[in-house]
């Protein structure tokens, strides 16, 4: 599982305003054109280095790896998977761009997120029931799993319609003019996100955090990290998989309740738990037909 949080304080939270000033002529007279917008004050690579190293500060180091070596491993991973991903790149290129960014619309990054969740949900499920009928794994650590993924997307669906309504206001004559106008409901917008996006942000962490413990407990060495095994318990101390489980249930379980507690009428309330076991079961039975 990647971190998909990175992406959204990137391009929703962590962006400052900018106004571009420029002389133009038209019917003989000089006029003053200004152009406002936001972008992103770091790099993306940045965040992806910044995330790696906090999800493994989060969570205990096989001893068979060297922690030094295992980041940068997985750093370089990561950037590279982003600087293949041609789609993710143009939506990040044109949040960097000044020139794009007023038609690089803050809602095209939340759609993007949104699509390609929804859009991997099914091979996601799959991946989970393949790797629970090949390993001795408690169930609900990959029913977990396939919660959180439910809960990201209805978070992502709630943002969306948050970012539509404050993009709406930033696109006012009033706002376009006035950059008192604009930065104020630039200003409103990040304080109604950033409780959403730092919760979305500590369950992608501690969900993460379960994963790669389990992971790298599983690998001989990173040389033979391709390759194909089964996830064994045995391979894991039992203290520090409940520790990360627990906290990964726990962030998914507030941030569930953090999106239901908005008061949002066109928002769909999640599945329930019993409805989420059932469905998760299903796409077992057909891994193992």
Known sequence: MDDHSSG????????????????????????????R??????????????NTEEVLEH???????????????????????FESDAELQKIIEDAQSKSKRRGARLTT????????QKANL???????????????????????????HMTYTA???????????????MNLQRARQQSATYNRVIREMKFKLSPIIE????SSLAAQSSIWYVFFCNVDSLETISEERPLLKSKL?????????????????KLRELVMKQDVRTFKPLIEESDLKASFNEVVMTAIG
């Open 199 to 202: 919760q979305i942000e500590l």
């Open 155 to 169: 978070a992502l669906e709630l943002l969306l319609i948050l970012v539509r309504k404050y993009e709406k206001m």
């Open 237 to 253: 101390n039992d203290e520090e998989f409940e520790r990360l489980l627990w906290e990964s249930e726990e962030n998914s379980k």
């Open 8 to 35: 959204l304080r990137y391009g929703l939270i962590d962006v400052e305003p900018f106004e571009e000033k420029k002389i133009v002529k038209r019917y003989g007279m000089k006029f003053v054109e200004r152009t």
């Open 109 to 116: 990054l939340v759609e993007f997120f949104l699509e390609r």
């Open 122 to 148: 099914d091979t996601i499920f799959m991946k989970y029931a393949e790797a629970s009928l090949a390993s001795d794994l408690p169930l609900r650590l990959f029913n977990h799993f396939a919660d959180f």
């Open 59 to 81: 969570m205990a180091i096989p001893r068979h790896l060297d922690r030094a070596t295992l980041s940068a491993f997985i750093q370089e991973e990561r950037i590279k998977r």
């Open 37 to 50: 917008g936001l972008r992103p004050s770091k790099s993306f690579q940045d965040y992806l280095r910044f």
